[in-house]
């Protein structure tokens, strides 16, 4: 079975740091492309930043270039997103998700409110 399980999100102030993890099982992770997405009640989700399977390439957002660093350890099968100088805006449901061209997994998203 494969399994995304997200974790860090919170409460956290606006200018605060949080660092979000997802740990992924049944699938060799090395090999699949991943992703970090968000969706908040007013928008629908919509692409934060993703890596290539070795993590040497990366893209960002244009509202989180330069404040959220995505990142990836395949040793410890875990895909990760540094968000630093959180902004209200920034409040939404975070997604992981793991893909190839013919096959993708989500996990069940992890809350990050950001308060002005």
């Known amino acids: 079975e494969v399994q995304l399980v997200e974790s860090g999100g919170g409460l956290v102030q606006a200018g605060g740091s949080l660092r979000l993890s997802c740990e992924v099982s049944g699938i060799t992770f090395s090999q699949y492309g991943a992703s970090w997405h968000r969706q908040s009640p007013e928008k629908a989700r919509e692409l934060v930043a993703s890596?290539?399977?070795?993590?040497?390439?990366?893209t960002y957002h244009d509202s989180v270039r330069g404040r959220f660093v995505i990142s990836r350890d395949n040793s410890r099968n875990t895909l990760y997103l540094q968000m630093n100088d959180l902004k209200p805006e920034d409040t939404a449901v975070y997604y992981c998700?793991?893909?190839?061209?013919?096959?993708?997994?989500w996990g069940r998203g992890t809350q990050v409110t950001v308060s002005s």
């Open positions: 890596t290539s399977r070795a993590g040497s390439s990366t």
């Open positions: 998700k793991a893909f190839t061209d013919r096959e993708s997994y």
